[in-house]
């Protein structure tokens, strides 16, 4: 009894140590990835934001705008500006005039949009699927699977680009049958930022209405 008890614990071990093991082609190019972007002091991207659900037969598309610089970011999309300094966070919705402020409180089951670069070095799985083309372009595509499967994203896949390692596109798989595409369409490395560049200022936006949900 001793034995089996012994062998199965022995079993269990390398159970565990098998499903912490790691694709180590995917890891390779999502350090390089990863080491490319946080090498910037902030960078900027236009992109496309497209939202698919077959089941509801629902297809969207919006544009938006982002600057990042570490954990902060100032995003414009769809008649909204969210900014985020890394401690507060601004929701400006321009159709009210009305900026809601809040704490910033991370959230593990959301990826905003300071974290794609950093996701799966915490929390995720990753295996390499494939090399691809797209627009003639070579890229490696990879997909990130949460630990923590009350996550209503079960799965992220990335796209990054084989010549320099730039993230091309990336897809949100979401347990309700939405799936987000984010592609990126114009990438500035190292734009121009300051203090004001996180940090909403009243003073720009005549007449609006603050609510502090603090």
Known sequence: MKKFLALLALSASFMQSASAQQDPKAGKIL???SAKYQA???FRANFTQT???DKAKVKENISGDI???GPKFRLKVNGQEVINNGQTMWTYLKSENEVNI???EPDDQEVSPSQIFTLYKKGYKYTYVQEAKEGGQAIDIIDLSPEDR???VYKVRIKVAKADKSVKSWQMFKKNGNRYTYTIK???PNPPVDATTFN???SKYKGVKVVDLR
Do not use: T
């Open 40 to 42: 910037m002091k902030a």
């Open 67 to 69: 600057i990042v610089s």
């Open 102 to 104: 809040s704490d910033y």
């Open 31 to 33: 350090d390089q990835m």
């Open 200 to 202: 909403f200022d009243k």
């Open 51 to 53: 939202l698919e659900n």
């Open 150 to 152: 009350s996550n209503a």
């Open 186 to 188: 114009q990438f500035q």
